[in-house]
């Protein structure tokens, strides 16, 4: 509880360095939201009910379910990976992660709660709105545990986005590269916001499971479809995300046994 009160400390004092700019605050929303808003408008073009009336059998409401169910966890995840973007310059090559090991927290929260990106509550908001819209187009009715199962999975969605970015990241203590994987890794991660089987076999096995970004969003999201095989992978999403999370706390631990500072 002491480190979850210093996390939110944390979060307090970026959130008032911040807002001293809330024009710029504002405009950043704006500009997440515009981002987000043209891949629902790619959506409208490319599935517009006549001449292309689905993506192999999936409906323009199902696209758009999925597309803002994705929304919901890279959101979250997005919000506090600002730093794992540029972690490898920033943090290593820099020499900023000296200053990390001398706190008595741990290394890679608190390189995740030093900034946030506050901007990613435009596409947050754009996600549930999404939901709404496409929910009483197909006419889906939520219950208690549909809403629960939304939130557990959305959650559990962005803890397996979070440690796999990490994991990526931990590369840096072992090869200083200030570009790294992580923007290659960002352009697959767009895949995962759309339904899987409109892609080729080898790419379906890569993102369920290499890179298990078809559990952020697809598999959870047939929960609300129809009871088929799809639906009970979706329940395998916090089996994954809790791998993912001691996959990455292990990677991260070697990482950080390697690490030997800039010398300088």
Not at 4 to 15: K, M, N, S
Not at 227 to 251: C, D, H, I, K, Q
Request: net charge neutral; glycine share 8%; hydrophobic share 55%.
């Amino acid at each position: 509880m002491h480190s979850l009160h210093i996390y939110f400390l944390y979060f307090v004092q970026f959130l008032k360095a911040r807002m001293s700019y809330k024009w710029d605050f504002f405009g950043g929303i704006f500009a997440s939201l515009l981002s987000a808003v043209s891949g629902v408008a790619f959506i409208f073009l490319l599935v517009d009910g006549k001449a292309v009336p689905d993506l192999q059998g999936w409906g323009r409401e199902q696209v758009l379910f999925i597309y803002g169910y994705s929304l919901l966890a890279t959101a979250m995840f997005g919000f506090v990976s600002v730093n794992l973007y540029r972690f490898g310059e920033r943090y290593i090559i820099e020499g900023q992660f000296d200053r990390v090991l001398l706190r008595p927290l741990n290394s890679l929260f608190q390189v995740l709660f030093e900034s946030f990106n506050l901007e990613s509550l435009g596409s947050l908001s754009l996600g549930v709105a999404l939901l709404v819209y496409t929910s009483g187009e197909m006419g889906l009715s939520f219950s208690i545990l549909d809403l629960g199962w939304l939130v557990v999975s959305a959650l559990c969605g962005a803890i397996i986005l979070v440690s796999i970015f990490s994991i990526v990241a931990s590369a840096s203590f072992h090869f200083e590269d200030r570009l790294g994987l992580v923007p290659p890794l960002s352009n697959l991660l767009s895949f995962s916001r759309y339904p899987l089987p409109i892609f080729n076999k080898t790419l379906q096995i890569i993102l369920s499971w290499i890179i298990p970004f078809a559990f952020v969003s697809f598999y959870p999201a047939t929960h609300f479809f129809e009871a088929n095989s799809r639906e009970v992978l979706g329940y395998w999403t916090p089996m994954v995300a809790l791998v993912s999370v001691v996959a990455a706390a292990g990677f991260w631990r070697l990482g950080v046994s390697k690490y030997a500072s800039t010398g300088s």
